[in-house]
Structures are given as structure tokens and as C-alpha cells.
């Protein structure tokens, strides 16, 4: 099961970055990307995102999700 969902996140990821290669995306970002999900997708594919978009609560930790 996770192996699908990592090959169906890399096929996304390569179509945006198609998309931005073409000018039709200005910047590609994810969400909630961890530390080892950031250095997989920049091992596997030539894409950099922008951004990882996180929610900030005051009393919800997300420090996992900081590079």
C-alpha cells in the first residue's frame, strides 16, 4: 500500500514539474512533507518544491514536519 502511494506522489509531483517547466505553474509546493518524504522526492525525482505547508497551533506540535 505505501509503495503505491509513493509511486502515485512521484507521478503528481513529475506532472507538476512538467507543468512548471511549461510555464503553466509559477511554483509547485507540498503539504506536510517530512524531513525523509522531502529527501525521497528530491532522491527520486527532479523536482524542488517551493514550499511545505504546515498548520501552526499554539498547542499543536509539528516539529517532525521541520526540515
Known sequence: MAAAR??????ALEGDGAAYADGRARAIGVSYFQKHHLERLFAETEVAPAANQLEVRPYRDQN????
Open 64 to 67: 517532525r514536519c521541520a526540515p
Open 6 to 11: 509513493r509511486r502515485r506522489c512521484r507521478r
